[in-house]
């Protein structure tokens, strides 16, 4: 399966978040916009807190990939202090 991905779009070599089906399952992997992408430690790579307004755009993403795929997965990659388990809960209320 493709896999869509919310990264830092500010180096070369950067994922841009396409929105793509192409098979059974979709995918989204939020990586967040940490400042430190390029420079900083894992921690530092990895810390960040989404806003309600971007979970809310990828939660609309998720379902326009809905309606193309049989599953659609979101992954949050974002695994400092517990960030990722709350942008995760704000997912499932934004998608209920």
Known sequence: AFVCVDMPQSQPDSVPPLLA???DTAVIRLHGHSP???GGSKE???????SRSELAQWATNARQ????ADDVHL?????????AQ???AQ???LLA
Do not use: F, I, M
């Open 21 to 23: 089906v192409t098979s």
């Open 36 to 38: 430190h992408w390029t």
């Open 44 to 50: 530092e790579r990895y810390r960040y807190e989404y």
């Open 65 to 68: 990939l809905a309606e193309q």
């Open 75 to 83: 992954v949050v990659n974002t695994c400092c202090a517990g960030a």
């Open 86 to 88: 709350r942008a995760a």
């Open 91 to 93: 997912l499932l209320d």
